[in-house]
């Protein structure tokens, strides 16, 4: 029996021997496969109907909703202004030319922001395959030669040539309906990966740029502290310096020495820790823009200084969160992902309806009649010609409830992501929250620190003089020098803090992705070796790797890739 059900004895007329001019002479259009034709275009008709007209089992998606605020707590704050805003490229704000120029380069040549854009290409090839499931499922070419022995004691066989060559050509399909929606179900869920996919992007470019405008002001601050921390030893060895002598002409005693120098000592030892903290700043910047340790000092261009901040911030109402803010977006996403999957599962509650068929030529020879020839015998004969097509079903009727507690664990999963679409919007506005009231409150601690450098200045200067006058012991000057160092480090890295505190604000209001549009998700020559290694279609083309604009290029999109 062949492949296709059909048996494999020769009849009287495929063992008769027919010559090449008359295989050649029949055409493929005269061998009946144009009523075949006919009866394949109605079948393709009926499933397409089949499959547009009927219903679609399981929830159809709704956006999630989730509270938000009408105002920000500090919206009332004289330094806080109220107004729409992209925050595209909010680091502009400092009006530093260097972080500009490390952002735009970690935006080009960073690896993690690189395997998050080629998770887009992926999502998209994931995405056809789901589409292609629309389509006939198994569609395979067939075609063959094979020699045959029959038994001398098998039935019906007498006067039948026990030795015969068999030869066949054919195409066999069988094509599921989807008249329960499983797979527009599927293909909604891969819709919905891909663009949150492109979610997962943004969402991580944003975190690139706040980290490399982190790292940077971490880097300026370190370099600030370990200034002002050679600057406090130039004055303590002059303090020193005054104590010796002062010691030499016998106006005080050796105590005054080591308490001087132990104070100088103590100072000199923080200076190691700040060129710590440097070379480690540096090295992250360096991993950030996607280079080896210490490839970056010719563009970071020796000691930075701390960014200013603007008098004023800008904040856009906290709807707009919904919106802008791509992790907000990554989580209603990944809800509208596994929506669609709770119908997928529920479809294999009920029967699956699928048209089955098969066409192909078969022939079969006998060495004995054929003898000479070395042709097919009359396998392109229009009497060659055998096919059948026909609709089937399968219902899993005793599955032990395993469908419906999958239906179960899909509809779980689904409640989790939505509650966590809730929970990312509540943490949203915490964050932006809590990076506000830091600024605002770090802001007003680097004014009272500032006044309190000052007053440490004119204390050491005036505790000096008095000490060389000798109208006050070395602990006055000990005391002024201590608590002026300490002053000054604790006001530099206040100053650090009312930055990182501002770019919190920029990263928790969901600023720094829209760099991106207009642009590709990955490299070009990332591309085009990809395109050297695989034949990747259109996909790589602009318009395929961003999610459509409309229903109708939503539409569009259900077209398979060929």
Known sequence: ?????????????????????????????????????????????????????????????????????????????????TAPEEYSDWWTVFNDPVLNTLIATAYRQNLPLQIAGIRILEARAVLGITVGNQYPQLQQGRGGTTRNRISEHAANTAGADK??????????????????????????????????????????LVSLTAEVARTYVLLCTFEERLAIARENVRIQERSLQIAQARFRGGAVTELDVQQATSLLKDTEASLPRFEAGIRQAQNALAILLGVLPGKIDEMLGGAGVLPQVPQEIVVDIPAELMRRRPDIRLAEY????????????????????????????????????????????DLFDADSIEWFAGPSFTWNLFNYGRIKNRVRAEDARFQQLVVNYEDTVLRAHQEVE????????????????????????????????????????YQRVLDTQRFL?????????????????????????????????????????????????????NILTPEKQGSPASDAERLKWRWPDW
């Open 485 to 537: 160092a300490q002053e000054q480090d604790l006001w530099t890295a206040t100053r650090g803090d009312v930055v990182l505190n501002l770019i919190a604000v920029y990263k928790a209001l969901g600023g720094g992705w829209q760099i991106r549009e207009g642009e590709d998700f990955v490299p070009a020559e990332i591309m085009e070796e990809m395109r050297r290694r695989t034949d990747w279609g």
């Open 163 to 204: 030795g015969f060559w068999d030869y066949e050509v054919g195409f066999d399909a069988a094509w599921e309906l989807d008249v329960w929606g499983r797979f527009r179900r599927a293909v909604e869920s891969g819709l919905a990966n891909f663009e949150a996919s492109i979610a997962s992007y943004d969402d991580a």
């Open 334 to 377: 990944q809800v509208a992902t596994q929506s669609p999957l709770i119908g997928v599962s529920k479809a294999d509650l009920y029967p699956a309806f699928s048209l089955l068929g098969s066409i192909g030529l078969r022939s079969s020879n006998s060495p004995k009649s054929d003898a000479g020839h070395s042709d097919f015998g």
């Open 434 to 473: 809590d990076a506000l009231v830091g600024f605002l409150r770090k802001d007003e601690e680097e004014g009272f620190l500032h006044d309190s450098v000052k007053a440490s200045q004119r204390s050491v200067d005036l505790s000096l003089i008095q000490y060389r006058e000798g109208l006050v012991d």
């Open 1 to 81: 029996m062949s492949a296709n059900g059909f048996h494999g004895t020769p009849s009287a007329k495929a063992l008769r021997p027919q010559s090449n001019s008359s295989n050649r002479s029949r055409a493929l259009g005269q061998i009946g496969l144009r009523p075949m034709r006919k009866r394949v275009s109605a079948l393709v008709i009926v499933m397409l109907l089949s499959s547009s007209c009927s219903t679609m089992v399981g929830p159809d998606y709704v956006k999630p909703s989730a509270p938000t605020e009408e105002q920000w707590l500090e919206s009332e704050d004289r330094r806080v202004k």
